[in-house]
């Protein structure tokens, strides 16, 4: 997914993932949105990769593909 934001600077890039942790005014947001992404992600021995510039952040998703014997 990619959007047009602002970006994430790089000295939170660390803690986006923190539960709770959130750069919106009171009220806006709890900062759970991306702790439960990570939680479900890593569940699924997976992994999310962010790439962020001003005027462009991609978050990518990667998930294993498990192949069943039939």
């Given at each position: 997914?990619?959007?047009?934001?602002?970006?994430?600077?790089?000295?939170?890039?660390?803690?986006?993932?923190?539960?709770?942790?959130?750069?919106?005014?009171?009220?806006?947001g709890?900062?759970?949105?991306l702790?439960?992404?990570?939680?479900?992600?890593?569940?699924?021995?997976?992994?999310?990769?962010?790439d962020?510039?001003?005027?462009?952040?991609?978050?990518?998703?990667?998930?294993?593909?498990?192949?069943?014997?039939?």
């Amino acid at each position: 997914m990619t959007d047009s934001g602002q970006g994430i600077p790089d000295d939170i890039k660390s803690r986006i993932f923190e539960p709770f942790f959130t750069t919106k005014i009171a009220g806006e947001g709890s900062g759970l949105g991306l702790d439960i992404v990570k939680k479900v992600i890593d569940k699924h021995h997976g992994r999310i990769e962010i790439d962020s510039q001003p005027g462009r952040t991609t978050f990518t998703v990667l998930l294993p593909i498990e192949q069943q014997e039939h």
